[in-house]
Each structure stands twice: as C-alpha cells, then as structure tokens.
C-alpha cells in the first residue's frame, strides 16, 4: 500500500501570505502526483497535477513543487485569499495498479482577513 | 459534480441493520470508486470497480460489499451497519484505463450515522 504522508494537518494564514502544504510518498515507480480541493460540505475536486519528469507546475496562484529525489512535492499558494479557505489533499497512485490512488490525510486551510 | 448523484444524501440507521448506498454516473466512466472520509485518515478507498460487475477491495473493505450490474449505477452495501462505519462516503469515477492519471470526479457524498 501506498503511504503518502502529509502535513502540517491545519494551517492558518492571512490574506495574502502563502500557503504552504507538503507530501512525501515512498515508491518511486509512480509518475502522477494530483492535489484536490475539497469545500465544506463538497466532493474532492482536482486542482493542479504534476509528472515528475517536471519540478515545478505553476496555475495561476497555485504552484506545485517536485522534488524527485526526496520523494515530496508540495503546493504552494501564493496570496492567499479567503476563498482559498478549504481541505486540500495530495494523492499517489497506490502500489495495487493504475486504477487505485491513495489520497494524504488532507490539510484544512484557513485563510483569515 | 461531473454527472454524479448519490442517494441518499443523509441517512441515520440503527446498528445491525443493512445499509445500501447508491452512486449514479451520467458520464459513462468505466471506472467507480467508493471511498469514506473521516478526520485525521483523509479519504480511503473501500471498493471499486472497473467495469460491469468487476469490482475489487481497496484497503478498507471489512463489512461492506459492493455491486455494479449497469455501467451508470455503483452500490455500496454495509450489510450489518456498526458504529465504526459512521462516516461520509464519497463516490467517485474516472475514464481511463491507466485511472489513477486521469482526473477523479467525485460526488457530493452521502453522510451516514449509525446509532
């Protein structure tokens, strides 16, 4: 089973600042590493993926950092807004095949004015 | 939510008693997924399915089974409801062969209490 471990588990940050999250994984054979945005009561939805034949993806304020080596990547969001205020979750895809992927513990962000 | 419904929505049941779960897809994704979401353990995978009646177990699997006799319906059943499996449940699909690079869509959840 894939492990992907994730932290911190909540973080506060105000308007503005960045908002930093972090993901390590242990197996190295994978080669997708998704992040979802989860809003209260919502489903999970995708919001910026990454192949690690890249160490940077960038959309708009939302940056994921790859680091290959190290097996982490992270999200970073850059000016922080309220609206950002939401669980966010990295994922793998798990040891058992393609089809299954095992999601972090989720990181509940509060953006505060 | 991507042509997903689940039903219901809410549901409180008493302990011993069976539970089926229903996810519908307009999308006509090959793939389903159920997962339940509960605070410190993020989103685990229970069962999915790969097509018609091919499913198989995800990593927290004990006490609930699973059917797909149309590609747009997944059910969930637990079928002798426990505490434990007090939780919200998400149902999930994706399109392609190689699922876990292509995006999951998930639905709104069901949130379930079992007394």
């Known amino acids: 089973q894939q492990q992907v471990k994730q932290s911190p588990q909540s973080l506060i940050v105000q308007k503005g600042g960045i908002s930093i999250i972090n993901c390590a994984y242990e197996?190295?054979?994978?080669?997708?590493f998704p992040w979802y945005q989860q809003f209260p009561g919502k489903g999970p939805a995708l919001l910026i993926a990454?192949?690690?034949?890249?160490s940077e993806k960038k959309e708009g304020r939302f940056t994921i950092s790859f680091n290959k080596s190290a097996k982490q990547f992270s999200l970073h969001i850059m000016d922080s807004q309220p609206g950002d205020s939401a669980t966010y979750f990295c994922?793998?895809?798990?040891?058992?095949?393609?089809?299954?992927?095992?999601f972090g513990t989720g990181t509940k962000l509060q953006v505060i004015p | 939510d991507a042509g997903i419904t689940q039903s219901p929505r809410h549901k409180v049941t008493e302990t011993g008693t069976p539970v089926t779960l229903r996810c519908h897809q307009t999308?006509?994704?090959?793939?389903m997924y159920w997962y339940r979401q509960d605070p410190g353990h993020g989103l685990r995978l229970i069962h999915y399915?790969?097509?018609?009646?091919?499913?198989d177990k995800g990593e927290v699997s004990d006490g609930y089974s699973v059917s797909r006799s149309k590609t747009e319906d997944f059910l969930l059943t637990l079928e002798s409801a426990t505490s434990s499996q007090t939780s919200v449940y998400f149902c999930?699909?994706?399109?392609?062969?190689?699922?876990?690079?292509?995006?999951?869509?998930f639905g709104p959840g069901t949130r379930l209490l079992v007394l």
């Open positions: 999930a699909i994706s399109s392609s062969g190689t699922g876990a690079k292509e995006t999951q869509y």
């Open positions: 197996n190295t054979a994978f080669d997708y």
């Open positions: 990454i192949r690690p034949d890249v």
């Open positions: 994922a793998a895809p798990s040891s058992g095949g393609y089809q299954k992927v095992t």
């Open positions: 999308e006509n994704h090959r793939y």
């Open positions: 399915s790969y097509g018609v009646k091919d499913t």
